[in-house]
């Protein structure tokens, strides 16, 4: 494939994604993104067979876009509740600056568009709960983790991970009460 044609994927990427912010996920269809992008219906489907395979497009670049700034590497500093707050703060900022506008119409997106949403997002939750794992592992002070003898730390990941999301669905800024709960326990 030539650079023109990554490019024409790219264009045609923008221009759902412009469309999904600006107006919601359910308003992205290819006769509207083959007019603003300038690049023929035809051409759209060679990149897209369908609008599904766009709108999943768009779900999967979003999902990618918070993940630009949360990896291992981010994290020099072993401090497991600092690098907590870190991966609760990009999620927070990358999901607000979404959520109003089509976030909560997935809903809308039919039963097979809906399904492999909702697996996309899966893969990327489940990317972050392993990260979460592993910065446990690197915090030289929760070696012997203090509820060791009470729970498993995949079972104190998922108790974090299950929390944060709460919090992020309810739309809390905030995640230093809770930070300062587990600290306790």
Known sequence: MDNRNENYKE?????????????????????????NSGIAIGTIYNY?????????????????????EIGLTSFSNGDFYQNLEIIYNILYIYISKLKESWLEQLSL?????????????????????????RLMDMDNNLKAYPWCHI???????EF???????????GEEDIG??????KRI
């Open 11 to 35: 264009i045609i990427l923008a221009e759902a994604k412009e469309i999904a912010i600006n107006e919601g996920i359910s308003k992205i269809n290819i006769r509207t993104v083959a007019k």
């Open 48 to 68: 897209f067979h369908s609008k599904g395979d766009l709108l999943i497009a768009v779900i999967e670049d979003f999902w990618k876009g918070a993940f630009k």
């Open 109 to 133: 997106l039919k039963s097979k568009e809906k399904l492999l949403g909702k697996q996309k997002e899966k893969e990327y939750l489940e990317k972050i709960h392993h990260i979460i794992l």
């Open 151 to 157: 729970i498993t730390k995949e079972k104190m990941t």
């Open 160 to 170: 974090i991970f299950d929390n944060m999301l709460i919090m992020l669905k309810k």
């Open 177 to 182: 009460f809770f930070i300062e709960i587990l």
